[in-house]
Each structure stands twice: as structure tokens, then as C-alpha cells.
């Protein structure tokens, strides 16, 4: 039996950045990895003067108003990766990423874990592998996705009673690696800077796929 994380789903590296799709990688000031923000939140602290240092080339221009004194059009250049003053967030320092079926899916590359089909995300479900009715909990360690049919076969029995066994064994993401999988539109030096948070055979296993 492998790993779930064996082989993830990578996203594919955005070409440039877009407005409508390209989300700024924040850091605390001491460089330790915080959350994707939006453009209109990195905007924010640029204006409050509250970016302590950035990575990478600026990726987005957004353009405000005419300023009075000059006559010229106010202009903020964005960069990929922004470090906040103000922002140690020591005890966040890789949490566990939310459990949502959305990252569910994403983490098990829309396959269901017991048949190994894949599916259309509307057609997946998250299923226990130990069920809940036994004791089972509700933590990335013990839930995986599978199909309707698939859950329903096995209904509220473990995999080796129901004669279903798992494909993969389920894991619980680092933080660095939900970020990588949430975001399908990661710029070269978003995906630079997180491969290198990643241990050594998970970065192995983003740059294969």
C-alpha cells in the first residue's frame, strides 16, 4: 500500500500573474510561512507600510487614483511573496491544515481510494475509514475519498471487514503542502520558495508529477 502523498496533484505554474487568479504568498516577519492573501489584502499592507521585505519580481501593478499634487496616477507593484511587520505568528508555525472535502479530494487527486476510479467532485464523498459509529474520528488520518457507490457498499463497516482495502494511506498534509495543493495558480517563485519548505522526498514527489 503507498502513501496518499506519493503522488500529488501539482498545480500548474501560472505563466504571468492575472488579477482575477493570482494570490500573494504571506510570510511573518521572521520569514515562516502564514497563508495565501488576496491581492486587495496584499494591497493593504503595502499602503499601510506594513511589508517588512518581499521575494521575487513584482507580479501585479494595481492602479488606484490621480493624486492631486503630481497630477499622476497612483501605482502599486505587488510581488509574489510579501513578509508583514507585525506578523509572528510563532504558534501557527505549520498547523493543521482545515479539514474540508474539498481538500479531501484534492490531497487524494479526485480518486476514490477504494476502487481507484476517478471522479467528478460532485460524485465523491468522504468516507471514515474507521467509522464514526466505532469509534472512528473525524482527522485527516482517518478519512479518505471515495466514490457514492464505493461508500455505500461499504457502509458502516471498517475496509478489511467490508473486503474493500485502501489504495493509499491517509495522511495529514504539512502546511506547505495543503498550500501547494490549494492553489492552482502558483507562480514560479510561490512554488520556488515552498519547494523549499518541503522535506526531501515530498519535494521529490511535487517536482515528478
Known sequence: ??????????????????????????????????????WQEAVCLYVRDAVAWTIGEPCLTIRGGTRRDTGLRSEIHLHP??????????????????????????????????????YARSSLTRDHVVPVSRGGADTWENVVTACIRCNVVKGGRTPQQAGMPLLAVPYRPSWVEHLILSNRNILADQMEFLESHLPRHRRAAFRSC
Do not use: K
Open 1 to 38: 500500500m503507498s502513501d496518499a502523498s506519493d503522488q500529488p496533484v501539482r498545480p500548474a505554474l501560472a505563466g504571468r500573474a492575472d488579477i482575477h487568479s493570482t494570490r500573494v504568498l504571506s510570510l511573518d516577519v521572521h520569514g515562516r510561512i502564514l497563508d495565501w492573501i488576496s
Open 81 to 118: 511573496i510579501v513578509a508583514g511587520r507585525g506578523q509572528a505568528h510563532a504558534s501557527r508555525f505549520d498547523p493543521t491544515p482545515a479539514l474540508t472535502n474539498a481538500a479531501l479530494f484534492t490531497r487524494d487527486r479526485n480518486l476514490c481510494l477504494y476502487c481507484g476510479n476517478a
